[in-house]
């Protein structure tokens, strides 16, 4: 492993992390950790933390529709409230993956709607869809 690049999916668990921990003290030139946070946790790699990059289709998302296309894909019946007594944050996203692009040479392979579909589809399909909808609407508007 001396003087390599080494790409570690999963580096933010203890694993990862253990194993980040150990390609670097045998010498690995580089590290680049892959993980997603709600799996990892991030003071496992904090010691080793360099540049964050975007993964994201670079499609300028507006809350609101994100919001919309929640109740569409899980056949949920809820009006949405714009509460203009609250304060508001920022009206869409948008990640900007050029940064990915460059180092990795990633590109999204799907736009957004169909990724957050999948997503959803995924969450249904490994989760017990009684408890799914027992806690449903707790789960979104809970702060």
Not at 13 to 19: C, D, K, N, P, R
Not at 28 to 39: C, E, L, N, Y
């Amino acid at each position: 492993m001396a003087g390599k690049t080494v790409f570690v999916t999963g580096g933010a668990s203890f694993i990862g992390s253990t194993l980040t921990d150990q390609l670097l003290a045998r010498g690995a030139k580089k590290v680049r950790i892959v993980d997603d946070p709600s799996s990892g946790h991030l003071d496992n790699i904090r010691q080793h933390l360099g540049t964050a990059i975007n993964l994201g289709t670079m499609e300028r998302i507006r809350v609101i529709d994100c919001a919309t296309m929640v109740c569409e894909f899980t056949g949920h019946k809820a009006e949405i409230k714009l509460r203009r007594d609250r304060p508001t944050g920022p009206l869409n996203r948008v990640a900007d993956n050029s940064l990915a692009k460059k180092l990795l040479g990633w590109e999204p392979k799907v736009l957004f709607r169909e990724a957050f579909k999948r997503t959803i589809d995924w969450y249904y399909a490994t989760r017990d869809k009684e408890e799914v909808k027992r806690i449903f609407t707790r789960l979104l508007t809970e702060r």
